[in-house]
């Protein structure tokens, strides 16, 4: 998907706290947790850092039961 260089993804919640950080070659993956604790159901915005120089920001919808 990056063509073999090394994209980052950030996520926080919505008061800043940095909850997962991730480098990878082809795929994201997060469980939704922090420190090993199960996150609430809420909001969190992500920063995702394309090798090509490119940031693209969002956010998602962790629902966890």
Avoid: C, H, M
Avoid at 21 to 45: C, H, I, M, P
């Amino acid at each position: 998907v990056f063509d073999g260089k090394e994209a980052n993804i950030k996520i926080f919640d919505r008061v800043g706290t940095l909850v997962y950080e991730q480098s990878s070659q082809d795929k994201f993956v997060w469980d939704g947790s922090f420190s090993g604790r199960k996150l609430a159901t809420d909001s969190y915005w992500y920063v995702l850092t394309i090798p090509d120089g490119r940031i693209v920001k969002g956010w998602i919808l962790l629902k966890n039961r």
